[in-house]
């Protein structure tokens, strides 16, 4: 049985000798890369943080002290420390999910993995300890370096800082990566301690010098480690700045030595006030085919050959993240005053080919949505029109900025949205259905979801000479779909996409949404019911015909992957009330509630967003509102065979 195998909980870890933690390492690192091969997931992150975690739980008594991941992906040594070792649906549905999950484990507090919200929750957790006189009871967040270049943790900081009596630990994972290098001024400085030769060749040497020794001379020099901190530390400046926050510091420290990391944080623990413990780490650690990815380290994965790294299946056709990687750099060939903005997510959002072909025009303001808005409305201001690229669950953090930096002044700024909808297994926090909801409400704004990438291609022209309004494209995650031609198009960009003989229901199609809108059609067509499919391609404000076709049909049914509260089809209700059109609306979209991890497919077929279910509903609200049809419908005719074929 291997040493993995007998850990059912932290205090399983306290019998483990020095060689064994050594020994549980490798086996932890093992476990992950064959796990995580079959699964996807994040790999990279976790296989850094192996000794970390091991150390935290070996000093620290979870769940009774309080453990929060800054972000929640790198909690898979977590998962596997706290008893929770089958990985084999991992991000699955009815599996372990990706990220921390309280209804998972006891020991997982924060579900959120958005970053740089940690040290707010510990600042939180901690005071409420202290308030409540449960001073023996620890706070500690692990924060990602990536995570120090959000606001939220230096807000935080400036309160924690504050108030020097609880027990509160920040460890740092600093290995110079959030998705890709740390960006900023606060990486800059990070990396001059990482790499500060003469503090790395003192520590080096003088710990070579005792290990010459054997057993005693690393006895000896454990024991002395803590006053040749003090001296190694005159050669590096952390510790003006985190004094400079009333914050103890501690380090840097090997991060890979189990042992190193246990004593940095005992002292924290000993130490009794808020105290930062800065440890060196390496993103993908013992895994060779990680180390040598450039790109991001194999910061999340999909299933791959745990030998090669090689990913399994690879689709031949082109995502979505692809097509804007090309197009941005198209449109910005041709128009000098695009610049694009991204935070800290170059690659994942397609931008990083812009930064190649235009390294001056490309900037990467760390994870720092809110700045990223305002900072694009500044550049709108001074003449250029910023495309600001983030994943559509990020977008939430910046709705302020979007609101009254963005909509109230009048920028063009365009926002492109990546993974909007449905996400799947990344779970709650990652889905992007709140975006269409959420901007809808800012003045002026023009939001657009494009069916496929001749539309997206359109758009995102249409979208960049927009200069006094912002303009917001979204689109799902994953591969586009083969191109769907239109009928015809209305004066104003409504795509046509099918027209029945008669017209019974007008289904408003929202974006990838579109093809579901056909099959419907489809359906209705074959039950006698007259359907007419359109997409609107900018979605707000409602194009006016749509309101016109609207009052040429019996129901309009919109369908879109966002949230039915405040969605589309609530703007086009209201539209369509205001113009005095009485059509029936049926508005069809996803639950207002915090959606599980699974995946798309699994989530649509729950929401009812099917061509059966949908069909089958509109051939019951047609019949039961008595509205004629062409041909009169046998009973045998509305059979499961009709609707479900």
Do not use: C
């Not at 091991?54 to 000093?59: E, G, K």
């Not at 990546?418 to 799947?424: F, H, P, Q, S």
Request: no cysteine; hydrophobic share 40%.
């Amino acid at each position: 049985m291997s040493i993995l195998e007998t850990i059912h909980g932290p205090r399983d870890l306290d019998g483990l000798s020095e060689e064994q933690l050594v020994q549980l390492a490798a086996e932890v690192r093992a476990f992950l890369v064959a796990n995580v091969a079959k699964t996807g997931g994040h790999l990279g992150p976790n296989l850094g943080v192996v000794e970390a975690t091991i150390a935290i739980h070996r000093v620290f008594d979870s769940p009774r002290d309080a453990i929060v991941f800054d972000t929640g992906h790198q909690s898979y040594v977590h998962k596997l420390l706290t008893g929770r070792q089958d990985f084999s649906m991992l991000r699955q549905k009815g599996g372990l999910a990706g990220y921390p999950q309280r209804s998972e484990s006891e020991h997982d507090i924060v579900e959120s993995s958005h970053a740089s919200s940690s040290l707010s929750w510990a600042d939180g957790i901690s005071r409420a300890f202290a308030m409540t006189g449960q001073n023996d009871r620890h706070v500690i967040a692990m924060v990602g370096d990536g995570a120090l270049t959000g606001g939220m943790t230096w807000e935080a900081l400036n309160n924690i800082s504050d108030d020097n009596t609880r027990r509160l630990i920040i460890v740092v994972n600093d290995n110079g990566r959030s998705y890709a290098p740390t960006i900023g001024g606060m990486a800059r400085f990070l990396n001059t301690v990482r790499t500060r030769r003469s503090y790395r060749s003192l520590y080096l040497s003088s710990r070579k010098a005792f290990d010459r020794l054997g057993g005693p001379g690393r006895s000896f020099y454990r024991g002395v480690r803590g006053g040749l901190h003090g001296f190694l530390s005159r050669f590096s400046n952390n510790e003006a700045l985190y004094s400079n926050l009333d914050i103890k510091y501690i380090g840097p420290v090997h991060g890979h030595d189990i042992e190193a990391m246990e004593e940095a944080l005992r002292q924290a623990k000993n130490y009794g006030a808020p105290v930062i413990v800065h440890a060196i780490t390496q993103k993908g650690r013992g895994y060779e085919p990680a180390l040598r990815d450039a790109a991001d380290q194999f910061h999340a994965v999909g299933q791959i050959d745990p030998e090669t790294g090689e990913p399994i299946e690879s689709s031949s056709k082109p995502s979505w993240t692809s097509v804007f990687a090309d197009e941005i750099v198209k449109l910005a060939e041709k128009n000098p005053k695009i610049v694009g903005i991204t935070a800290a997510m170059l690659r994942p959002t397609g931008l990083h080919k812009f930064a190649e072909r235009f390294p001056e025009r490309v900037h990467d303001v760390g994870i720092a949505e809110q700045h990223a808005a305002t900072s694009a409305a500044g550049l709108a201001f001074g003449g250029l029109h910023p495309v600001v690229a983030v994943y559509a669950t990020f977008i939430n953090r910046a709705f302020d900025q979007v609101l009254m930096d963005v909509g109230l002044h009048r920028a063009g700024v365009t926002f492109v949205l990546d993974r909007a909808g449905v996400t799947g297994p990344d779970g709650p926090s990652h889905h992007g259905i709140w975006d269409l909801a959420i901007l809808q409400v800012v003045p002026n704004i023009r939001l657009a979801a494009p069916r496929d990438a001749a539309r997206f291609r359109e758009e995102l022209a249409e979208a960049v000479v927009v200069d006094d309004a912002p303009t917001v494209l979204r689109f799902p995650k994953g591969s586009v779909g083969p191109d769907i031609e239109a009928v015809r198009r209305t004066d104003d960009g409504v795509d046509v996409l099918a027209e029945g003989e008669r017209k019974d229901v007008l289904i408003v199609a929202v974006g990838p949404m579109a093809s579901l809108g056909l099959t419907v059609a489809e359906r209705l067509a074959a039950q006698g019911i007259g359907a007419t499919v359109v997409d609107p391609r900018w979605v707000v404000p409602v194009p006016r015909s749509i309101l016109s076709l609207a009052a040429d049909h019996r129901i309009v049914v919109t369908i879109e992957d966002g949230i039915r509260v405040g969605g589309i089809g609530t703007r086009v209700r209201q539209d369509l009330r205001e113009a005095g059109i009485d059509t029936a609306v049926d508005e069809l979209g996803l639950p207002d509630e915090f959606i599980d991890h699974a995946t798309r497919e699994q989530i649509l077929e729950e929401a009812g967003l099917t061509p059966q279910k949908i069909a089958r509903d509109l051939v019951a609200q047609v019949l039961g509102s008595r509205i004629p049809i062409a041909r009169p419908l046998p009973a045998d005719e509305l059979s499961e065979r009709h609707l479900d074929a």
